[in-house]
């Protein structure tokens, strides 16, 4: 829907997200718990730090 329109605007996005949204066909995203968001917080700064050497 939103990918095949021709011209792009915020206006015509938004019309078209609420469109999808009124018909339940927006997907659900997954958010973590708080014990699991922490733990992929701390891995992705490890991460960071050992990329910065």
């Known amino acids: 829907m939103i990918g095949e ?3 792009k605007s915020d206006r015509g996005d938004s019309r078209c997200l609420a ?3 009124r018909l ?3 997907p659900s995203s997954y958010m973590p718990e708080g ?3 922490r733990v992929g917080e701390l ?3 490890r991460a960071f ?3 910065q050497g």
């Open 49 to 51: 730090l050992v990329e």
């Open 5 to 7: 329109n021709r011209l």
């Open 19 to 21: 469109e999808l949204a």
């Open 35 to 37: 014990w699991v968001a």
């Open 43 to 45: 891995v992705r700064r």
């Open 24 to 26: 339940g066909a927006l």
